[in-house]
């Protein structure tokens, strides 16, 4: 079962941020948190991961509280494209990935 | 580095029939794992393998379903006998070992199964 809880969806305006939250209360000491969005039926895409600091790439930021139970995955630009399914789980490479459902993400024009 | 190689994209299978799916990892890449994915839900995990061990396949059916990543080529799930329930998209991913700093790891375009 996934060690994630995030709300079933969203709604953002384009061009406004995107602010997903996360859920990971039973995070372990060496586990990372992970984003990745799936767009329609594709693959799943990496978008950023990170263990207990703030974390920025050229798709987003990621957000960790200091007690690490929860997380905020942001968007700063939201685009129409940036509509998709977003995932965040737990992992640290030695053990299995587990999905949740997920936060569908609709970006309005 | 070519990305996480999932073949075929497409299969048809008629009703009894087995299917096989093939994933190769990304170069350098020692774990792989499978997900089935039923239309308009989300990604269930089925299979976590290392070089030649099944790590933890809790999420695998009991019957019909096996999985192998052997020591050449590629991991193969395989599926025998299917059954127009076991139409749905197969993702694996990959990742290397943990090496003392997590590293991302990254999905095939998935295997589209469908029985009939």
């Known amino acids: 079962d996934a060690k994630t809880t995030q709300p079933t969806s969203m709604d953002c305006a384009e061009g406004r941020a995107a602010n997903l939250p996360c859920n990971h209360s039973?995070?372990?000491?060496?586990?990372?948190v992970y984003w990745y969005r799936q767009i329609h039926s594709q693959g799943p895409q990496y978008i950023i991961h990170?263990?207990?600091n703030n974390e920025t790439n050229e798709m987003a930021s990621l957000i960790i509280t200091e007690d690490r139970k929860s997380s905020t995955l942001i968007l700063p630009h939201a685009t129409l494209r940036d509509t998709a399914v977003y995932y965040c789980i737990v992992f640290n490479n030695n053990n299995d990935m587990r999905f949740g459902a997920g936060t569908r993400l609709t970006v309005k024009p | 580095n070519a990305g996480v190689m999932q073949n075929p994209r497409h299969l048809v299978r008629r009703r009894g029939q087995e299917a096989r799916l093939r994933c190769s990892p990304m170069?350098?890449?020692?774990?792989v794992y499978w997900y089935r994915q039923l239309p308009e839900e989300g990604l269930k995990f089925m299979v976590y393998l290392q070089k030649e061990n099944i790590i933890d396949e809790s999420g695998m059916p009991k019957e019909r379903f096996s999985a192998e990543f052997p020591k050449e080529g590629p991991s193969i799930l395989r599926i025998q006998q299917v059954v127009r329930g076991d139409s749905a998209a197969y993702f694996c991913a990959s990742s290397p070992a943990f090496g003392g700093r997590s590293t991302e790891a990254f999905f095939g375009q998935g295997t589209r199964l469908t029985v009939v």
């Open positions: 170069k350098g890449h020692s774990h």
């Open positions: 990170g263990l207990k």
């Open positions: 039973t995070i372990s000491g060496n586990e990372y």
